[in-house]
């Protein structure tokens, strides 16, 4: 089936510093992929979706220069948080519609704690 | 604007009890419904999907029937077990060229020996 690889699983930085969240759809193509975000203890909140070749639309209240999205390739969607703070810890996670029938597949998750 | 409303949690079930998880939902248009499972510390997981009315998603035991008259998409299991111990999400998207997902605010169940 459909597999999406988000790499790395987990990272701690200090705060200031940046981060870089890649998401690689293994055997499919993906012209669009979604970055969501999962506070502790509560369910996943849209970022912003990745359209392949174009830029990235940001739902409202996401700081667009903070959460820098490329989507360069088919396969390959990069999230940077920017100058991280402390309240950017989160667990990160980006999803691709893998062509069936309304379905989606995950990636692993990153967990980013910013210290 | 769509929405998914979930049963609250937490759920604490002993081994091999039944398992119901409530799940309705707002939306204009017939969305796709789904069934997600997130393990502790890991991402989410496809557990099950429907893609239109009266559809039934199975999968390791666990079912959810696409219910149009009621909204709702309630996930169900005949006997639960330890390992299904996690946090369960109901979503929807609006159909197989649809984009985001609308995520419930997930459910957690812990099932103990």
């Known amino acids: 089936g459909a597999v999406v690889s988000q790499h790395p699983s987990w990272v701690i930085c200090k705060s200031g510093t940046s981060v870089k969240i890649e998401c690689r759809s293994l055997d499919f193509q993906a012209t669009t992929m979604f970055w969501y975000r999962q506070f502790p203890k509560q369910s996943l909140m849209l970022m912003a979706t990745s359209n392949e070749g174009s830029k990235a639309t940001y739902e409202q209240g996401v700081e667009k220069d903070k959460f820098l999205i490329n989507h360069a390739s088919l396969t390959l969607s990069t999230l940077t948080v920017t100058s991280a703070h402390p309240e950017d810890s989160s667990f990160y996670i980006c999803?691709?519609?893998?062509?069936?029938?309304?379905?989606?597949?995950f990636g692993s998750g990153t967990r980013l704690t910013v210290v | 604007g769509n929405s998914v409303t979930q049963m609250e949690g937490p759920v604490t079930l002993s081994e091999e009890a039944f398992l119901t998880i409530n799940c309705t939902y707002t939306a204009t248009g017939y969305p796709s419904l789904f069934w997600y499972v997130q393990y502790p510390g890991e991402g989410l997981q496809l557990l099950l999907k429907a893609t239109k009315a009266d559809d039934k998603g199975s999968n390791k035991g666990f079912e959810a029937t696409y219910r149009k008259e009621t909204t709702s998409f309630h996930l169900e299991k005949g006997s639960v077990q330890v390992s299904d111990s996690a946090v369960y999400f109901c979503a929807l998207t609006l159909g197989p060229n649809a984009g985001k997902s609308t995520f419930g605010d997930g459910t957690t169940l812990t099932v103990k020996p």
């Open positions: 999803s691709a519609r893998d062509g069936g029938a309304g379905g989606y597949t």
